[in-house]
């Protein structure tokens, strides 16, 4: 796959807790010129930036993030204000000590209200794969299905590690029809995305892709 097709891939990241409006522009305007996916921007960007690029660009934002242990009612809310605000996709982050409780229902319910919080915004799920076991990433893969969310995530990006090929070729693996996976966290490679995207990723979430566009 040459670049570009990777790039239409990208989810192009912005999600340090000091950027300003003039980084989440400037990300915007590398993205309608390198022709990624979306923009993946904090949450008290979305409407600006969705009133920026109009309709050229969709608004990716984050909820729960990046721990995921808000409230069920606080990450519906969080969802129904970004997707009001002209989010197109929105990821959220599970709540990995219900995970670790077992308490997979719970999750999957969640899931399901956050999915209608932000209709008609696609839902992603990021399940943080670092702290999980085989046993659990495979639970979640279920549990993401069971909800109809559009998309399971390997990662955050903000936790110790970030997506491999084997949890991306895992998912795909154990995801129901329908749920596409994306792999996020330390993808600093064309090579990189390459390989998760053989493995079965349909989405890239990145920052460092556009940035090596740039210096070429």
Known sequence: MDKKAILARVDHTEL???ATWEDIRTLCDDALTYGTATVCIPPCYV???????????????VIGFPHGNSPTAAKAYEA???????????DMV?????VKDGLFEAVT???????????????????ECCGLTEAEKIALCRC???????????STGFDKGGATVEDVALMAQNVGDGVRIKAAGGIR???AAQAMIDAGADRIGASALVKLMKTE
Request: proline content about 4%.
């Open 189 to 191: 490679s064309f090579e």
């Open 109 to 127: 319910d969640e899931i399901a209200i956050v999915k209608r919080a932000c209709a008609p915004a696609k839902l992603k799920v990021i399940i």
């Open 94 to 98: 599970i709540n990995r000590g219900w």
């Open 80 to 90: 129904k204000c970004v997707a009001e605000a002209g989010a197109k996709e929105v």
């Open 16 to 18: 340090n807790p000091a």
């Open 144 to 154: 993401v299905t069971e909800a109809g969310a559009a998309f399971i995530k390997t």
């Open 47 to 61: 409407r600006r930036a969705a009133s920026y690029v109009g309709d050229r660009l969709p608004i990716c934002t």
